[in-house]
């Protein structure tokens, strides 16, 4: 089993920026694909970027491309996720989420399924 924490969520005004960690604890001799989604309020959980553990292969979802960047420490075994330019629209809850890493994605990236574990959330507010 593998532990999750994400912390570093927060208030920020329209424009700024924010940064929020995911750091894994319990067995992390296993190698790990990363990835960060987010729930609105009254909205379904929506995939946000993902990191493959290999190559630190990286995706993102199209609102996203451009402002956000998620990156790996894997020394640390925690990833990151860099916010710019926020808007209201990014106000939500985010999950870090892992898979154990294979080479192959039999699910999508972008899908909930494809991860073994789940962070609790941290909030994220952005005021207008």
């Known amino acids: 089993q593998v532990q999750l924490l994400e912390s570093g969520g927060g208030l920020v005004q329209a424009g700024g920026s924010l940064s929020v960690s995911c750091a894994a604890s319990?067995?992390?001799?296993?190698?790990?694909?990363m990835a960060w989604f987010r729930q609105a309020p009254g909205k379904e959980r929506k995939f946000v970027a993902a990191?493959?553990?290999?190559?630190?292969?990286?995706i993102y979802e199209g609102s996203v491309k451009g402002r956000f960047t998620i990156s790996r420490d894997n020394a640390k075994n925690t990833v990151y996720l860099q916010m710019n330019a926020l808007n209201s629209e990014d106000t939500a809850v985010y999950y870090c989420?892992?898979?154990?890493?294979?080479?192959?994605?039999?699910?999508?990236?972008?899908?909930?399924?494809?991860?073994?574990?789940w962070g609790q959330g941290t909030q994220v507010t952005v005021s207008s």
């Open positions: 990191i493959n553990w290999s190559d630190g292969f990286t």
């Open positions: 989420a892992a898979r154990i890493h294979r080479s192959a994605w039999a699910i999508p990236p972008g899908r909930e399924q494809a991860y073994d574990y």
């Open positions: 319990g067995r992390t001799s296993s190698n790990y694909d």
